[in-house]
Every structure is written in C-alpha cells, then in structure tokens.
Nanobody, 126 residues
Framework: QVQLVESGGGLVQAGGSLRLSCAAS????????MGWFRQAPGKEREFVAA????????HTADSVKGRFTISRDSAKSTVYLQMNSLQPDDTAVYYC???????????????????WGQGTQVTVSS
C-alpha cells in the first residue's frame, strides 16, 4: 500500500503560480512512479504530468506544457507540481497518483495508477 497526502492548493489570480506537493509513504519511494491528474466540475479526470520512479523520465500534457513542471525529491519521498502562468481553465481538484514501477516508463491514464491522494483544490480567478 501507498499513502499519498497532497498539499499546496489554493486561490490564485490568473498569471500567478502555485506549487503542489504530494508526500508518499508505505513503500520505498524508488519503487513508485508518480502522476498528477485534475478534475474540473462536470468533466472527467484528466492527465496533467507524470514522472518515472527515479525521476529520469517525465511527461506533461500539451495543455500545460511550458507552464507546469513535475519533479520529485527522493530524500523527502515527495513529488511536486510547479504551476506557473495559471489560467482560469486550470481550476480543478488536483490529484496525486502512484503506481508500482520497475522501469523508467510513465503512464498517462487513470487506470494505470493504483493509489490516489484525496485531492487539493486549485482555483484561478480571472
């Protein structure tokens, strides 16, 4: 089992920045690949970014590419999502997800992930 606890959401004006954090526990951090997803009201949960178990491979959705960056700190067993140039369309609940991995691949579908955090609200005002 992997437990995930997100933090860092909040209210920000358009053009602003936020950094989300997701602390993982229950398993060696190097055994798990991590991802960020988001879900806006009335919409399906969508992929945002993912990072491989050792951090050497990342993938970011086209909708946030150039604005959002995913990273991980093995010493803190934490994955981050740095979000810059936020826009109202970025408003959503953001979820951290984890899956066991033994290679450097990343996954972009919700079904690939076995463990999920509780979500953190990000609201961008215009």
């Amino acid at each position: 089992q992997v437990q995930l606890v997100e933090s860092g959401g909040g209210l920000v004006q358009a053009g602003g920045s936020l950094r989300l954090s997701c602390a993982a526990s229950g398993r060696m951090f190097s055994d798990i690949s991590m991802g960020w997803f988001r879900q806006a009201p009335g919409k399906e949960r969508e992929f945002v970014a993912a990072i491989s178990r050792l951090g050497g491979n990342t993938h970011t959705a086209d909708s946030v590419k150039g604005r959002f960056t995913i990273s991980r700190d093995s010493a803190k067993s934490t994955v981050y999502l740095q979000m810059n140039s936020l826009q109202p369309d970025d408003t959503a609940v953001y979820y951290c997800a984890a899956r066991f991995a033994f290679d450097s691949t990343v996954r972009i579908t919700t079904t690939a992930y076995s463990f999920w955090g509780q979500g953190t609200q990000v609201t961008v005002s215009s």
